[in-house]
């Protein structure tokens, strides 16, 4: 249930998986090493030590960074043998549209209200 | 160029400094939004406060006023809840109209977090085909 949340007009309008997966996939984005990661994976699908190579950081650290990925569907991993291959997927970015247009409605509904507002305080102000 | 920024213009039969006090004032904010913490200053964390469904208190959109210029200009950083601390930017213009006010919203820093996509973009002519997908399956949705 979305009570509070929807007064805002952001949550109510998505489903809640919908609302995990942007989730996801805006946490995933927000770190400088997970964009970093995405770039490489863009040239092509990689193993964890690949990604690993790329950066200053443990393997492990590199793990946990595409497990976040991973949660935000902007990439899938696959075994393939005693590897997991990493590849990127595009269709993650769909969500980060999505918020566009959710905030856009989010603005033109509070908009509305503070009209509402503006006005009631003039009518009691001036007469 | 961002072409994700949404921008939104409206007007008041009011002054800008009344506008203004419904954009920085705690209780005024509540009126239409939810209600602050404390009156927005420059320079401070603000948060707009709502109820979590036991009925505490809860954070719904917060961050912190970059710029103040009573009472034509107002920017502050902002997230909500389902951001997960991704910030975007908020940034309120009052100009005088008449008797009255001429408010613009520009709220952007999407492309800032969508900004790796559109490098990529430009890396690899691949993604040609899959935004061709991708558009298909948004509208499809």
């Not at chain 1, 863009?42 to 497990?67: N, P, W």
């Not at chain 1, 291959?85 to 908009?111: A, M, T, Y």
């Not at chain 1, 509305?112 to 003039?122: N, P």
């Not at chain 2, 790796?116 to 949705?141: C, I, N, Q, Y």
Request: glycine share 8%; hydrophobic share 40%.
């Amino acid at each position: 249930m979305f009570h509070e949340t929807g007064r805002d007009g952001l949550t109510d309008m998505m489903t809640p998986s919908t609302v995990e997966e942007t989730q996801g996939a805006f946490r995933a984005l927000a770190d400088p090493t997970r964009r970093a990661i995405l770039m490489h994976l863009s040239a092509r699908d990689m193993t964890i030590g690949e990604v690993t190579e790329h950066f200053s950081i443990t393997r492990a650290a590199v793990k946990k960074h595409l497990t976040i990925l991973e949660e935000g569907q902007l990439i899938s991993v696959q075994a393939s043998g005693r590897e997991r291959i990493n590849h990127l997927e595009p269709l993650g970015l769909k969500s980060v549209s999505d918020w566009i247009n959710h905030f856009n409605q989010f603005w033109d509904e509070r908009l509305l209200d503070l009209q509402r507002a503006v006005e009631d305080h003039e009518r009691i102000n001036n007469g | 160029m961002d072409n994700q920024t949404i921008t939104k213009t409206l007007f008041f039969n009011a002054s800008r400094e009344v506008v203004w006090a419904f954009l920085t004032d705690k209780n005024k904010l509540g009126t239409w939004f939810h209600p602050a913490d404390r009156n927005l200053r420059e320079g401070q964390d603000y948060a707009l406060m709502g109820k979590a469904d036991d009925g505490s208190p809860k954070k719904m959109c917060w961050g912190t006023v970059i710029q103040m210029e009573p009472p034509s200009k107002l920017v502050q950083s902002f997230t909500v809840g389902p951001l997960s601390g991704a910030m975007t930017t908020v940034t309120w213009n009052l100009e005088q109209a008449g008797d009255g006010t001429r408010l613009t919203l520009e709220h952007s820093g999407f492309a800032e977090i969508a900004a790796p996509f559109g490098l990529l973009m430009a890396l690899d002519k691949g993604w040609d085909a899959h935004f061709a997908s991708l558009r298909t399956r948004v509208s499809e949705a």
